[in-house]
């Protein structure tokens, strides 16, 4: 228990502290920013700080936060670290650097950023990349919910039944103005979110204290599975993930004051490092048997986390467990998966110059989204779960590294860029190793892996030098500097 309540505080203290040295360094000003330039009504709407927040919270914590810190509490009370200092240093900073860069940008997608900061051929790339990642999101995030509404629900309506009906509901939330579903729901499921998790911390504290492992530098996952660089992929959106870039453009187009950026994007990352924590230590001590008790239960159901939430929610709470899990993990997911297909819709939009204020030009763009994202429902989920982590820590990776050529031009210091340069390494070095060790991948040994990893991040900080470092110094008279009006 001790160990929990240390990591959970380091989160706060994380938020407190490094999340305003992460602000300094972009030094927000007061400028208009795209909603107040020109509103649309459609995806250009100012909103009120909390409201964005809680819409920002519930766009990235889907699935992610809560499966994924599930899956990586199998490797032990290690997971901590990852969450913990994942969160402060790689989330937080990869979530705001998307998200400032965007309301600079004209509230320009993710894609368009990295096209600006890494050049015309990483342009190609994350159109293309970004697209096939936030349908693949959008499949893996109607699944995971629709499984669980038809676990609650009279037989007839199983869950291929809830998958039409959450296709429909995407539908008509891609289309519609963002004050108008998005804004006025979200705020009160993100609500929701807040109390499911203070429940499930609260049960898991009062029952489960005494069998909360403390930390242990050591390798606990039952299977013998290698922390490195598994783990890291497997927690995803609970320590850093390339989902949130792909939201943040969504809320950014709604800020009205750049000064707002830290409590939004940063402090919506913070917060759901806190949910990670709180799955992570229930999925830890909730089975007899611990983490080898969490690990039998997910053969048992074959890895259906959806039952395993919905179990340990009914088990810690009892009924009122049942309606929290229903809402926070059924609900979340849903408004993750909604925003997905939106942020497709407005990606492909930038990418095609395709104007988005008439309706007829939204249907053109979103049908085709929605029907390939019906197909992939039908994949196996585990599947999509593993391809998705890869991908989601690939475009953090690329993220982080347009973030640190952003600062090494606009803040005519290299120094300062490593703020985003160092957790761009780390994640270079994760999404290579996975990638080559993977099952689902290359499924080559560690002995492979493992260098193949080192040499791709050293590759990636020779570029960063040699781009970004030596240019800065060499030209710190002529670096860009970004217009205040």
Known sequence: ?????????????????????????YQPYQAPTPCVKHPDGVDYIPLSTPRAFLIQLLNIAGLGPI??????ALWGPVVYFWIVLGS??????????????SIRNDGASISEIVGIYLGKVMLQVMRVFSVILLVLIGATF?????????MLTPAALGKNFWLVVLIIYYFTATLFPIDKI???LYPIFGILLIIMCVGVAGG????????????????????????????????????????????????????????????????????EGVIALIWAAAGMSFFNGGIQGLFEANKTVMNNQSQIVYNIGKGLLGPVGVVLTVLGVGICPITSADTAFRSARLTIADWFHIDQTKI????????????????????????????????????????????????????????????????????SAVTSTYFVMAPECLNLSTSIAYPVGIVFAVICVVIYVVKGVIPNYKN????PKIAKA
């Open 182 to 184: 998005i804004g006025k």
């Open 360 to 427: 007829p030009k939204r249907l053109a763009v979103s049908i085709p989204l929605l029907a390939v994202g019906a197909l992939l429902t039908q994949m196996n989920f585990s599947i999509i779960w593993r391809y998705f982590s890869f991908s989601n820590q690939t475009l953090a990776m690329i993220v982080l590294w347009a973030g640190a050529a952003y600062l090494c031009k606009w803040k005519k210091s290299s120094m300062v860029s490593l703020m985003a340069a160092v957790p761009a390494t780390f994640m």
């Open 67 to 72: 499966f994924g810190a599930l899956s990586g």
């Open 476 to 479: 710190i008279d002529d670096a």
């Open 142 to 150: 109607t699944s995971g919910p629709a499984g669980l509404i038809a």
């Open 1 to 25: 228990m001790i160990t929990f309540f240390v990591a959970l505080v380091l989160l706060i203290v994380g938020y407190l502290t490094y999340g305003k040295v992460v602000d300094k360094v």
């Open 88 to 101: 402060i240093f790689a989330g937080g900073v990869h979530d705001y650097t998307s998200g400032i860069l």
């Open 204 to 271: 898991t504290l009062i029952e489960r204290t005494a069998s909360i492992p403390e930390m242990q530098l050591a390798n606990l996952h039952p299977a013998g599975k290698p922390i490195w660089s598994l783990m890291f992929v497997t927690v995803a959106c609970g320590a850093c993930s390339g989902f949130h870039s792909t939201q943040s453009p969504l809320i950014a187009r709604c800020v009205s004051d750049e000064k707002d950026a830290r409590k939004i994007f940063y402090g919506a990352m913070i917060s």
